[in-house]
């Protein structure tokens, strides 16, 4: 069974190398091919210890962290992450942004998934002032060269969740691809509900 655990603040500082290598990990498959660097990683998850009102949901196997889901007020996103929002007239003090969630792949269909996504609106929802919860996916064509067969978009899960595609809503990211020996943009779509 996993136990899930909502942290914020200092209380995080012990799990950035953890959840550093865990987010390479997960990110590493399709779709998004991340071909990670553990500084990066953990320079960026320190956003989530010092940004106020932020959180962390970690999913625990006894004591190793297996998965994990961030969100942050949208203020104190990047550019990247609030342009879209600012560009279409929304108030970015009242959305609360769910970063990611990934989980290692042999503790998916648990529960795991739906508990992070309450968590994080839970935890918005205790913060008070947000009208908006919202996330980003990236956007890959359906003839990707290293598409999986048996790969099937979490779509269906997110519109079960309350979300809705705002395809009006997208930004892009740069990271470097498995392959890649740059960074490269890759399109990024977002996803909204009111809470």
Not at 46 to 70: C, N, Q, R, W
């Amino acid at each position: 069974m996993l136990r899930l655990e909502r942290l914020s603040g200092d209380k995080l500082n012990q799990y950035i190398p953890e959840l550093a290598e865990l987010r390479i990990r997960v990110f590493r498959d399709f779709p998004y091919l991340y071909d990670g660097d553990l500084t990066y990683e953990e320079k960026y998850l320190k956003t989530y210890i010092e940004a106020p009102d932020s959180v962390i949901v970690l999913a625990f196997d006894g004591e190793h962290v297996v998965g994990a889901s961030t969100g942050i007020p949208l203020k104190y996103e990047t550019d990247e992450v609030k342009a879209p929002f600012i560009a279409a007239g929304y108030d970015i003090d009242k959305i609360f942004y769910c970063g990611e969630s990934v989980l290692l792949s042999q503790y998916r269909g648990q529960g795991a998934g739906v508990a992070f996504f309450d968590e994080r609106e839970a935890h918005a929802h205790e913060v008070g002032g947000f009208e908006y919860s919202c996330f980003c996916g990236v956007q890959r064509p359906e003839d990707h060269p290293q598409r999986p067969a048996d790969y099937q978009p979490l779509d269906n899960f997110w519109c079960k969740r309350g979300y809705e595609k705002h395809p009006e809503l997208n930004t892009t990211f740069s990271w470097k691809e498995v392959g890649e020996t740059i960074e490269s943009p890759k399109p990024m779509t977002f996803w909204m509900k009111k809470i």
